[in-house]
């Protein structure tokens, strides 16, 4: 299993539609993440920053999985207008999926 993270960015003003739109997240997308096979993803926002944490088997092949779902393109494309890159340039659906941020500790009780 990878733990995978990386932050994204929504555009100024769009944090609500940002909300709006992941209270109704397509049940395709939803069918096309547990095919890819993520069991966990959280997505985390402050202001406008955004932080999501997954739980995968293999990243690369869950992105070549959602990379080739129609379904998933389509989400990723409908989501690119409110979005921006972590640093301000502009989001790119195709590479909805970056390298991510590398782990420096885990801890997991045993209880």
């Not at 069991?39 to 985390?44: E, G, L, N, P, T």
């Not at 989501?79 to 340039?89: F, K, L, R, V, W």
């Amino acid at each position: 299993m990878q733990r995978v993270s990386f932050n994204m960015c929504v555009k100024e003003g769009q944090q609500e539609e940002y909300i709006r739109r992941h209270q109704e997240v397509w049940p395709e997308v939803q069918r096309d993440l547990q095919r890819a096979g993520i069991h966990k993803m959280s997505i985390f926002m402050q202001d406008r920053q955004l932080f999501l944490y997954m739980e995968v088997d293999d990243y690369a092949q869950a992105i070549r999985i959602l990379d080739e779902s129609p379904d998933s393109v389509r989400w990723e494309e409908y989501m690119a207008p409110i979005m921006e890159g972590d640093s301000g340039e502009n989001y790119d659906p195709a590479d909805a999926y970056p390298p991510g941020i590398p782990e420096v500790y885990y801890w997991e009780s045993e209880a």
